[in-house]
């Protein structure tokens, strides 16, 4: 009897039907995600308005919503689906945003920790963004009302209800209220 695992591919994730949940596909392997709360989509709306409103009014690039999918690498295949993403003018092909996954990593991937979600998981959530050339990684925890914000996997910095967020180098001129986001 053979015992052989088969990696799920990019393509097959695409295809798969929709039945309700979300899923993203990690080194071959399909992960279901379990549905988010009342809380973390508050959350997930309210940075979106945000960096949406700035973005339709500077024209810097595009920002993708929670279920758009990112193909981070290749055999195996990884696509991950942050809360909130975006990507510089200069990035989108001629031809207009793929209708399939993004291939390759957003500028500014946002994660949004959720009641039921482990720290292990977040952690290499934040690991592949930055592995795959995301030039800004940043994990929104509701619980404590905090952000932190990845540069790169040694420039981290935590920010409070009381901080100022900003766009640095990935989004210039844009800032926000950590506050903002609760």
């Given at each position: ?6 990696s ?58 929670a279920?758009?999918?990112?193909r981070?690498?290749?055999?195996p ?10 990507v ?25 920790v ?32 905090t952000?932190?914000?990845y ?27 950590v506050?903002?986001?609760?």
């Amino acid at each position: 009897m053979s015992n052989t695992k088969t990696s799920m591919r990019a393509e097959e994730l695409f295809a798969l039907p929709d039945d309700g949940f979300r899923y993203e596909l990690v080194k071959g392997e399909l992960r279901r995600m379990p549905p988010s709360g009342g809380e973390h989509g508050v959350v997930v709306v309210n940075f979106t308005v945000l960096i949406g409103q700035f973005v339709k009014l500077n024209a810097p690039g595009a920002v993708f919503g929670a279920e758009t999918g990112f193909r981070l690498a290749s055999n195996p295949d990884t696509v991950r689906a942050p809360d909130l993403a975006f990507v510089r003018r200069e990035r989108i092909p001629e031809g207009g945003i793929p209708r399939e996954f993004w291939p390759g990593a957003p500028d500014l991937a946002v994660e949004v920790v959720s009641p039921g979600d482990r720290y292990t998981d977040i952690e290499e959530k934040t690991q592949d963004w930055l592995d795959a050339g995301t030039r800004m990684v940043v994990v929104v925890n509701p619980r404590n009302r905090t952000i932190t914000v990845y540069r790169s996997h040694t420039d981290v910095i935590r920010l409070t209800e009381s901080d100022l967020f900003d766009g640095g180098d990935v989004l210039p001129g844009f800032t926000c209220r950590v506050a903002d986001l609760f």
